[in-house]
């Protein structure tokens, strides 16, 4: 299903080399990296073919709380 | 009825593997739009959003601060409204929806869906077989162009 690609890429992958990071993922890649998301968002709108790039945020390995 | 699925995160804490329900929706405001992962939580009452978040989709905030109770701190928050969208392969759910956006002493980085999005939906939460499921009802669900 290809509305959800980047999403089902997003739940198998360990993303563990970028903990503490925003990330973007197209496809099956990390194309963009950053310290927050409006670095990150501001970078994937410079890329048009990225733009329905997925972000998130990379959490560090500690148990949450909300 | 409309079905939104998604799965839980496996992500790796000191303890071992935590399922974390994170899921994907498109946030929309002023001409900007971008797809991001957002967690569930049942237990807050409204949308969060980073500040710097509301600052990329130039949010107008409100001038009066609120007091809001985090997980073991007190933090001031403005609000704000953003649309925020689900989709599957047939329908799209879109709703304009309240967020609040820390102003003091929150340093919370995820956007946390609750009760202000969640209502919306009859929401599922299958820890076991790690799938999450969002069913709107018909008429909060548009149909694919």
Do not use: C
């Not at chain 1, 973007?24 to 310290?35: H, I, T």
């Not at chain 2, 007091?67 to 001031?76: D, H, K």
């Amino acid at each position: 299903m290809q509305i959800m690609a980047e999403y089902d890429y997003f739940t198998k992958t360990n993303f563990s080399e970028y903990k503490g990071k925003w990330i973007a993922l197209f496809k099956d890649k990390v194309v963009v990296s950053g310290d927050s998301f409006k670095e990150v968002a501001e970078l994937v709108d410079k890329h048009r073919e990225f733009s329905k790039a997925l972000i998130t945020r990379i959490p560090e390995e500690m148990a949450q709380l909300l | 009825m409309t079905d939104y699925k998604f799965k839980f995160k496996r992500e790796w804490i000191d303890l071992g593997w935590a399922l974390r329900p994170k899921i994907k929706v498109t946030l929309s405001a002023n001409g900007k739009s971008k797809q991001i992962i957002a967690i569930i939580d049942t237990g807050s009452d409204l949308v969060y959003i980073p500040k710097d978040m509301a600052d990329y989709f130039g949010l107008s905030l409100s001038k009066n601060e609120l007091t809001g109770q985090g997980a073991e701190t007190e933090f001031s928050y403005r609000t704000s409204q953003i649309r925020v969208s689900l989709e599957n392969p047939h329908k799209i759910f879109r709703k304009l929806v309240e967020v609040m956006v820390p102003a003091k002493g929150a340093d919370h980085k995820d956007v946390i869906l609750g009760t202000g999005f969640l209502e919306n939906f009859i929401v599922t939460l299958d820890y076991k077989n790690e799938k999450i499921n969002l069913r709107a009802h018909q008429s909060t669900s548009e149909k694919k162009q």
